[in-house]
């Protein structure tokens, strides 16, 4: 099946900082979504982003399909930010995949000091 | 849109009872997920419904796990005879269908004593 690395895997940041989360992919995907999973549990959607760029505040991701990432940009970081970012794919039919399953990666915990 | 529910939110039981989940998706959402997280790990797909039907489960479902979706709404997922490695959060997500994103509920966390 299809690999999803993220990193770094822990960062610690001062508040007002920036960071930039990776995500690397070993084959190509429909579907690419950016969470957030908060300290009590709760998995919040950031991007929906198989390609392109958006952004969303302070916020913002990039996904270069042809190369297989994605990257999560978090600016003037704040301690709210804290938690685990999540970076999940659903492989393109020709790679296997079913449009509808989605495999997550380890994660990215973001602990943002005050 | 009041998001994706899930209930209960905690259900702590002891070993070898049974389990019974709850999970409303967002409304119009035809597609109905269930995942399964454990600690220091990404969510694992568990099965996926389309409408009534469910249409995929993983091999992380033994015969002791089952799923209904009875009239394409609500979901629930039933644990017979748990056992202590079912510990885990149980995260249900719902889409609008294909090639639109997943949205989570806050999750039912599990822990068998």
């Known amino acids: 099946g299809i690999q999803v690395e993220q990193s770094p895997p822990d960062l610690i940041l001062q508040e007002g900082a920036n960071s930039t989360l990776r995500c690397n992919f070993s084959?190509?995907?429909?579907?690419l979504q950016w969470f957030h999973q908060n300290p009590w549990g709760q998995l919040i959607n950031l991007f929906y982003?198989?390609?392109g760029t958006k952004q969303n505040g302070r916020l913002s991701a990039t996904t270069v399909a042809t190369e297989r990432y994605s990257l999560l940009y978090i600016s003037s970081s704040q301690t709210t930010d804290s938690g685990v970012y999540f970076c999940?794919?659903?492989?393109?039919?020709?790679?296997?995949?079913?449009?509808?399953?989605?495999?997550f990666g380890k994660g990215t915990l973001l602990t943002v000091n005050p | 849109d009041t998001g994706v529910s899930q209930n209960p939110r905690h259900k702590i039981t002891k070993r070898g009872q049974n389990v019974t989940f709850r999970c409303d998706p967002i409304?119009?959402?035809?597609?109905l997920y269930w995942y399964r997280q454990t600690l220091g790990q990404g969510p694992e797909f568990l099965t996926y419904?389309?409408?009534?039907?469910?249409?995929?489960k993983s091999r992380l479902l033994s015969d002791r796990f089952s799923a209904e979706r009875p009239k394409g709404s609500f979901s629930t997922l039933e644990i017979q005879r748990t056992e202590q490695g079912d510990s885990a959060m149980y995260l249900c997500?719902?889409?609008?269908?294909?090639?639109?994103?997943?949205?989570f509920g806050d999750g039912t966390r599990l822990s068998i004593l």
């Open positions: 409304s119009e959402h035809n597609r």
């Open positions: 997500a719902s889409s609008l269908g294909l090639g639109q994103p997943q949205h």
């Open positions: 084959d190509s995907v429909n579907n």
């Open positions: 419904f389309q409408n009534e039907a469910q249409l995929e």
């Open positions: 982003i198989p390609s």
């Open positions: 999940a794919v659903d492989p393109s039919r020709a790679s296997g995949g079913s449009n509808y399953k989605l495999t």
